[in-house]
């Protein structure tokens, strides 16, 4: 009996899949994407309608020859790949595969059509794989062109701003329409730091056995509030800071011996739990306890989502489905108590408008299921935190006492707060930690004498630096990006040289000012953040039909083409910033020695390059001697800009660590 053919992307998901299946089913993976645009031509014609010229991927030659193979001997053909753009497109390219292709290789009118049909399923289970396959539809064709037209359009962004950076900045260069505004939010932000003047204040505080910190003088409170005005949007920050110096001691010098209790306030509040993770959020919390990349994060969840332990790790939506959520509460129930689970179940509503709501948030498949058996400890501590965020949003919420309490001495008012947990509710299942914070019992009109006076100097602290997390988040606060492209944005920036990651800030490169810079002045519109989010908005208008990707195309470039045309001819060169090392060049004479980026780190060259092609190894001493030879440290990096240390002896000493001893 013939078996019938499912086709995926994945060969770890194609074997999970496979146990599930067992004798009933081939599952062959496409191992990705092969067929794509070509990478040695645009591939795309704005002239012919956006004609697309797909080409399949050589080093997938054998992938489409078991595919034909396999295909040829099964009567039905299922196509699961991922419930995505991307993946629809996939399942799209193998039915071109497997139908047209097909009919003109073999030029004969009997040909047999094959029964093709598209299942789409967001946990790997055995119960979502065969619900998936009673319920085979079609492909969603709109999917297909909301992911054509995004990879036509960068296509032709990016080949089209590569050659004139070529002639206007550096040769090499390459651009991408939303990597671009990711490296200008990135550059305006250290413009701002570097812009920054520091402030000194100083905060007066009192120890009673709990500190009090002094927020008001004669009524006033001393609290201001800043805004920075950054690219197209602003960044706020407070100064809950005080008095100048001799304010302050003025002040403190005034003060008598006994401190009025005023004010004393105790309320119950709750706190209830986050929602489940959406890709996003996932990437931000990894960064901020692990100091994971949005690449790692991204890598460890795929390996998660194929073996069938978490739904799809690619998604914007907060929703839970009702089994899910229904095995939560027992669990909970079973576990902690009857006093731990929620009344009704908890349902969060999604922040963006965009989110698709047949999509899940991330969870684990299988709640019972707390510790990966033979998996590594990253796999595990990211499950683990999948699976609390996840569990959490179906118990009670945690009641704290929060308790408000001022005194007064002199002309000043003296706040402290404190906080008790009376119930811990989802706290016990997220392990999230919160420490009391208890004030001693005392009511109005007592006095309490001070321990000790505390002047502290202060000084406002600049905009900080993105991290991965933080630029994330701001990318999905604007509109920018969806699920899939997060990780791939940091990643190809940080790979293109426009900026680097020290110790998990992301800084510019004097490269990346430099293109941002000519970038910015030529097609600011374009390369706006308004722009961009509603090219966002447009893709998804593709995506449900209600907008057609060519003409979005068309109203795209028929701007683009003339900014184009007018930048080649009237830009101005852009040079990158480099530093001198106060050495002349030894091969022109002419030249001055600098420093420069290059794929693997820093290096000296002559400032007349091109025209001067001298180089030499620049080493960047890193502040340690080798604990292998003796000899001095440097700091070196990989093809994919990742650093890492060395011995400057290198090759005679082959020392290297990715942390300084």
């Known amino acids: 009996m013939k078996k019938a053919l499912m086709v995926v992307e994945s060969p770890t998901k194609a074997r999970t899949i496979g146990k599930y299946l067992k004798d009933s089913f081939e599952v062959v993976a496409t191992v990705g994407h092969f067929r794509d645009l070509p990478k040695s031509k645009m591939g795309v014609d704005p002239k012919n309608n956006f004609e697309v010229d797909y080409v399949i991927d050589p080093k997938k030659r054998d992938v489409v020859k078991q595919l034909e193979m396999l295909a040829s001997k099964a009567d039905k053909i299922y196509l699961a790949s991922d419930p995505d753009r991307e993946g629809e497109a996939i399942s799209w390219h ?16 009997n040909f047999k059509q094959k029964e093709i049909k598209r299942i789409s399923f967001h946990e790997i289970t ?8 009673k319920n085979a539809g079609e492909i969603d064709m709109n999917m297909v062109n909301a992911q054509q037209g995004r990879r036509v359009l960068d296509r032709l962004v990016g080949y089209s701003l590569s050659p004139i950076l070529w002639k206007k900045v550096r040769r090499g260069l390459s651009a991408g329409r939303v990597q671009s505004v990711a490296v200008r939010l990135i550059v305006e932000r250290e413009a701002e730091i570097e812009a920054f003047k520091k402030e000194i204040y100083y905060k007066v505080s009192s120890d009673f056995g709990f500190i009090a910190d002094l927020f008001k003088v004669d009524g006033k409170q001393f609290l201001t509030s800043t805004k920075i005005k950054l690219f197209d949007g602003e960044y706020s920050f407070s100064k809950s800071l005080f008095l100048s110096e001799n304010q302050a001691k003025e002040f403190v010098g005034k003060l008598g011996p006994n401190f009025e209790v005023t004010f004393v306030e105790s309320r119950e509040t709750t706190k209830s739990p986050l929602p489940a993770f959406t890709t996003s959020k996932l990437q931000q919390m990894a960064a901020r306890r692990f100091g994971w990349s949005g690449k790692q994060t991204m890598s460890l969840a795929q390996r998660l989502y194929e073996q069938g332990l978490i739904t799809y790790h690619r998604t914007d939506s907060v929703n839970l489905s009702a089994k899910a959520v229904d095995e939560f ?15 009704q179940a908890r349902t969060y509503k999604n922040s963006s408008k965009n989110a698709q709501e047949a999509h899940e948030a991330i969870r684990p498949t299988r709640v019972e299921v707390l510790e990966i058996e033979g998996a590594d400890a990253k796999e595990n501590k990211l499950y683990e935190m999948i699976w609390k965020r996840a569990v959490a949003t179906q118990a009670r919420a945690a009641r704290l006492s929060n308790t408000t309490m001022i005194l007064k001495n002199g002309s000043g008012d003296f706040k402290s707060t404190g906080v008790k947990v009376n119930f811990d509710g989802f706290l016990r299942i997220s392990g999230d930690k919160h420490e009391d914070q208890i004030l001693p019992e005392l009511k109005i009109g007592q006095t309490l004498k001070s321990k000790n006076i505390k002047v502290e100097e202060v000084t406002t602290n ?5 991290t991965d997390a933080s630029l994330v988040a701001s990318l999905e606060k604007q509109g920018i990006g969806r699920p899939s492209t997060y990780a791939p944005i940091i990643s190809t920036i940080i790979l293109r040289q426009y900026v680097n990651r020290e110790e998990g800030k992301i800084i510019p490169t004097a490269l990346g000012k430099a293109t941002n810079e000519f970038l910015a002045k030529n097609f600011n519109d374009i390369l706006s953040l308004p722009f961009t989010a509603e090219m966002e908005e447009s893709l998804d208008k593709v995506a449900l039909g209600k907008l057609d990707w060519k003409k979005m195309m068309k109203d795209f470039w028929s701007k683009f083409e003339k900014e184009l045309k007018s930048v080649e001819k009237t830009a101005e060169r852009v040079r990158v910033a480099t530093e001198s090392i106060g050495e002349k060049c030894p091969e022109c004479k002419v030249g001055d020695l600098v420093i420069r980026e290059g ?7 002559c400032d007349q390059f091109p025209d001067c092609k001298f180089t030499r190894a620049y080493r960047e001493m890193a502040g340690f001697n080798c604990p292998l030879c003796g000899k001095e440290g440097v700091v070196k990096k990989t093809s994919k800009g990742k650093k890492f240390f060395g011995c400057s002896q290198y090759p005679d000493c082959k020392w290297a660590a990715w942390k300084k001893p």
């Open 462 to 466: 600049p905009p900080p630096r993105y």
């Open 599 to 605: 794929k693997f780190g820093k290096f000296i060259s």
């Open 329 to 343: 509460r027992k669990y909970i129930g079973k576990k902690y108590g009857a006093e731990y689970v929620e009344q």
């Open 94 to 109: 193998v039915e071109w595969l497997l139908t047209e292709s097909q009919k003109t290789k073999l030029q004969t009118s």
């Open 126 to 133: 055995k119960e979502a794989i065969e619900e998936a396959i």
